[in-house]
């Protein structure tokens, strides 16, 4: 984060939603799910690597803090990485995979803050939502992760709107 001159405010982002991802993570685990913990970890720490580079560049960050990543030795980690923005396919089946909680647990934090899907998804819109085409992806990118929601939580004793409580009475 340092060597990449990350602004605070994007480690502070990536501080809480590795929160989230590793609790999501030890609750799935705690259900059955097989999933590699230390994955989830790095890869929902480093997930916006580039991203303070890419709003000088204009650059891909899920794409380019993959490469980044995997130039270090971490392919694996930046295979998460690259999927946190959308994920390769939201058709699974099976088990929830490590891509899946990071690519949730960023869209539950807000800034540094754990929220709704739904005032997540409605920042995405405005921030990004610039052309008719751009506002159709996200729409669609909504939906999805609404499906993603549902398919995580089946193996959750919390609800989603539960979740920032349960991690107050977890710590
Ligand atoms: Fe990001």
């Known amino acids: 984060m340092a060597a990449m001159q990350m602004r605070p405010n994007i480690v502070d982002h990536s501080h809480q939603v590795c929160r989230v991802a590793e609790f999501l993570a030890d609750a799935l685990m705690d259900a059955g799910v097989p999933l590699d913990r230390r994955l989830v970890t790095a890869a929902a720490l480093l997930h916006d690597i580039t991203k303070t580079r890419s709003l000088d560049t204009g650059e891909n960050h899920a794409a380019t803090g993959a490469s980044y990543l995997a130039d ?4 694996r980690v930046g295979e998460v990485v690259r999927q946190h923005v959308a994920l390769d396919r939201y058709d699974r089946i099976g088990y929830p995979q490590e891509a899946e909680v990071v690519n949730y647990a960023d869209k539950r934090v807000l800034h540094d803050v754990i929220t709704e899907l739904d005032p997540r998804m409605a920042y995405i819109r405005e ?3 610039t052309t008719s085409a751009h506002l159709e992806r996200i729409a669609a990118l909504w939906q999805a992760t609404k499906a993603l929601e549902r398919r995580l939580f089946a193996h959750l004793p919390f609800t989603p709107r539960e979740l920032a ?6 710590s």
């Open 72 to 75: 270090l030795g971490y392919r």
């Open 127 to 129: 921030r990004y939502g």
């Open 165 to 170: 409580d349960a991690m107050t009475a977890d």
